[in-house]
């Protein structure tokens, strides 16, 4: 069989997603697999025409790898792919409807606000901002409402510095999510799907230097501290494994997913955002859970391609 790795793309996270397609077809050259990595650019459809792929795995992060357009086109060409329907991707990539279908399914999830640009510029700023905070309180985490890897994000723990993280918010997007920020030991949770259903690797504990998991923080060697498996008693890892499976069942997701979570003071799991598109650089948590469960990685994500080759 021959698989086909995209990786690139035009997002601001290009040059993470060929970090990942990188690794990814390492990966899998190391287990003797018959696999090519290219961009998703203007040619991929000739490309997918041309070539008899038997399946796809999307390393591409931000909207062009995980807003489910992709995913879309790739079904139009009828070929088959590793990942979340397109429907599904959508509603993971919006974080506000992911919170929104996480607390459908009885979990919890930080108290938030999402509003788009042009409720700050009609409104007012401050006079918006300033009733943020008080139905919110300090401290605050600012991020876009849809994008991946932290960017545009910016923890706020005074009021006079909202404004700012607003406006850095804003050049990533025309949706701000603002939400309480929970303290706690911060996990990423790997969810595969099996023939039994899907199933939780082990957690993945993030101890950035700086405090906060931010985008230097993710790709920058010697910035955070990584525990596999997470530093967590047996019942908080209970826990962090059900809360991941259920997001990841009540967003409809398939084949794999990242969910984070934050266990806080008082031991209640919060779930943050759930990554249909995961990492896979050096730095990245959905390697080093597929190792710390004793796999793999090339042969879990051959097992996935070959999963949806005969899914067709």
């Not at 006079?127 to 300090?138: N, P, Y």
């Not at 596999?228 to 084949?255: N, Q």
């Not at 990242?258 to 896979?280: K, T």
Request: with cysteine.
């Amino acid at each position: 069989m021959t698989w086909l790795v995209l990786a690139g793309g035009l997002s601001h996270e290009r040059d993470v997603s060929l970090r990942s397609g990188r690794r990814v077809t390492d990966a899998l050259r190391s287990i003797g697999e018959d696999v090519e990595v290219r961009d998703a650019d203007a040619s991929l459809l000739t490309t997918l025409s041309d070539n008899a792929y038997d399946a796809v795995l999307i390393a591409l992060h931000g909207g062009a790898g995980e807003d489910g357009a992709l995913r879309q086109v790739l079904e139009l060409a009828e070929v088959p792919y590793v990942g979340s329907t397109p429907d599904a991707c959508r509603a993971a990539w919006d974080k506000p409807t992911a919170k929104a279908a996480a607390r459908s399914a009885g979990l919890a999830t930080p108290r938030s606000v999402t509003l788009p640009h042009a409720a700050f510029r009609e409104l007012g700023a401050q006079a918006v901002l300033d009733r943020i905070v008080d139905h919110l309180g300090l401290p605050l985490m600012v991020k876009p409402a849809r994008g991946g890897s932290a960017l545009g994000a910016t923890a706020v723990e005074k009021a006079a510095d909202l404004p700012a993280a607003m406006v850095q918010c804003f050049s990533y997007g025309e949706a701000a999510l603002i939400e309480q920020f929970v303290t706690g030991t911060e996990v990423a949770v790997t969810v595969l799907d099996g023939p039994d259903g899907p199933r939780a690797l082990p957690a993945v504990e993030v101890r950035p230097l700086s405090g906060v998991y931010d985008f230097t923080a993710r790709y920058t060697a010697g910035a955070t501290e990584y525990f596999a498996p997470a530093r967590l008693s047996e019942a908080a890892a209970t826990e962090v494994s059900r809360v991941a499976v259920a997001a990841h069942v009540a967003l409809g997701l398939r084949d794999l997913s990242r969910v984070d979570l934050v266990v806080d003071a008082e031991g209640v799991v919060q779930l943050l955002e759930v990554n249909v598109a995961p990492g896979m650089t050096e730095t990245s948590l959905l390697p080093m859970a597929v190792e710390a469960d004793g796999l793999d990685v090339g042969e879990v994500l051959a097992d996935l391609l070959r999963r949806a080759a005969t899914r067709g």
